[in-house]
C-alpha cells in the first residue's frame, strides 16, 4: 500500500506501545470477565449455547490483538515517512489479516448476547424471539460476508496491500467503501435492538426492582458499542485515502477494539449476578446483621427476644423472664414490659436413672 510522502516531515512519533497497552489491557478486562461468567453459569446450572458463543468471542479477540503486537512491530502507530516501503506493506498486510477476526468477534459477541436475552424472555415473546433471531442471523451474515468481500476485491489478493504489481486488478474504491459503511450502520442498528430490547420485558420478570434497574441499564450499555461503530465511518474514510496509513490505522483499530471489548464485557455483566448475591450481598447483609440494633422504647428486635427465651430455658427454671433494659441508652426506665411466659417441668429422676 502505498502511500504519499508530505512536503514537510511530520514529528516522529510513534502510537505503537500506547496502542498495544490499552488493547491488551482491555482484553485482559475481557478475559476476566468471560472467565468469571463461566464460574457462574458451570455453577449454577453448566454452560450454555451463548456462554459457548462468548468464549469463542474471547477467542477471536485475543486472536486478533495478538497479530496487532506484529503490526506495531512492523511500524503500525508510526508516520509511514520514517517506514521503509516494505515496512509499510507487510504491516498493511498484517491489518489486513487482522481484520477478519475482529468482524467474528462482533458476530459472536451479538449472538451470545441474543441467546441470553432469549433464556430471559423464554417462549412467551413471539416478536421478540424473532426480532432476536433475525439479529443474530443476519449480523453474522454481514460481517462473514464482509470478510469474503474484502478478501476478494483484488486479484492476486496481496494487491490489498501492494496496488503497484503488474496486472493486478481490484474493484472500484467507492464499492467496498459503500458497503463498509453500509456494515458500520447495520452492526449499530443490532447493537440498538440489543440494548434496547430488555427494557420491554424486564419488568415483567420476577425479581426486586433494584435488579430490575441494573439489568435494564447493564443491558443498554450496549448503546456504547453503537456509538463506537458510528465513530468509525469517519476514521475508515481517512484510512481509505491510502495517505500515511501506518499512522491513521491508529484510530480504526482503537475504535474497532473498543467495540469488541464493550460487547464482550456488556454480554457478561448480566450473567454475574450470582456472583454478586453470593460473595458481596452475603458479606453485606452480614456485615449489617453484626451492628447492634438500637431499640426504641417498649420494643425490641425479635433476635433479642429469640435469644434470651434460649438462655432462660437452659436455666432449667420455670417461668419465664422480663425482656428488657434499664440501662441508660437502652430503653429507658420505660414503664412498658415484655412477658414471655413458658412453663416446663424438668425430670430430675430421669438424670438419676442415666
Known amino acids: 500500500m502505498e502511500t504519499a510522502r508530505p512536503a514537510q ?18 482484553s485482559a478486562v475481557s478475559t476476566i470477565m468471560v472467565a468469571m461468567r463461566c464460574y457462574a453459569r458451570w455453577t449454577i446450572r453448566g454452560l450454555g449455547w451463548d456462554d459457548w458463543a462468548m468464549v469463542m468471542a474471547m477467542i477471536f479477540y485475543t486472536i486478533g490483538n495478538s497479530i496487532l503486537i506484529y503490526e506495531v ?43 441470553l436475552t432469549l433464556r430471559f424472555i423464554g417462549v412467551a415473546s413471539f416478536w421478540r424471539r424473532w426480532l432476536l433471531i433475525y439479529v443474530m442471523v443476519s449480523s453474522l451474515i454481514v460481517n462473514v460476508l464482509t470478510i469474503a468481500l474484502s478478501l476478494s476485491q483484488c486479484s492476486p489478493r496481496s494487491a490489498l496491500w501492494n496496488h503497484n504489481i503488474p496486472g493486478a486488478t481490484c474493484w472500484p474504491k467507492n464499492v467496498m467503501m459503500s458497503y463498509t459503511y453500509f456494515l458500520f450502520a447495520y452492526n449499530c442498528f443490532c447493537d440498538v435492538v440489543l440494548a434496547l430490547l430488555p427494557a420491554t420485558f424486564i419488568y415483567k420478570l420476577q425479581m426486586n426492582s433494584a ?15 453503537a456509538v463506537c461503530s458510528g465513530i468509525k465511518i469517519k476514521f475508515q474514510h481517512e484510512l481509505q485515502e491510502r495517505v500515511d496509513f501506518t499512522w491513521l490505522s491508529y484510530d480504526i483499530v482503537m475504535w ?13 455483566v448480566p450473567t454475574l449476578m450470582p456472583l454478586w448475591d453470593r460473595f458481596v450481598s452475603k458479606k453485606l447483609t452480614s456485615s449489617s446483621d453484626q451492628v447492634p440494633l438500637r431499640p426504641s422504647a417498649g420494643s425490641f428486635g425479635m433476635h433479642r427476644i429469640k435469644n434470651r427465651l434460649w438462655s432462660d430455658r437452659t436455666r432449667g427454671s420455670g417461668t419465664m423472664t422480663e425482656v428488657g433494659s434499664s440501662r441508660p441508652g437502652g430503653v429507658g426506665h420505660s414503664a412498658e414490659r415484655i412477658h414471655v411466659t413458658n412453663s416446663f417441668q424438668v425430670n430430675h429422676e430421669s438424670f438419676n436413672k442415666v
Open 256 to 268: 474497532s477494539s473498543a467495540e469488541a471489548f464493550l460487547l464482550i464485557f456488556c454480554g457478561c
Open 73 to 115: 512491530h512492523l511500524g503500525s502507530g508510526r508516520h509511514a515517512y520514517y517506514l521503509s516501503r516494505q515496512q509499510i506493506l507487510e504491516a498493511a498486510r498484517w491489518t489486513h489479516v487482522s481484520q477478519p477476526w475482529i468482524l467474528l468477534v462482533y458476530s459472536t459477541a451479538r449472538i451470545s448476547v441474543a441467546l
Open 211 to 225: 435488579k430490575k434497574r441494573i439489568l435494564t441499564v447493564v443491558l443498554g450499555l450496549g448503546l456504547l458499542a
Open 9 to 26: 516531515p511530520p514529528p516522529d512519533k510513534n502510537r505503537g506501545p500506547q496502542m498495544l497497552a490499552i488493547v491488551w489491557s482491555l
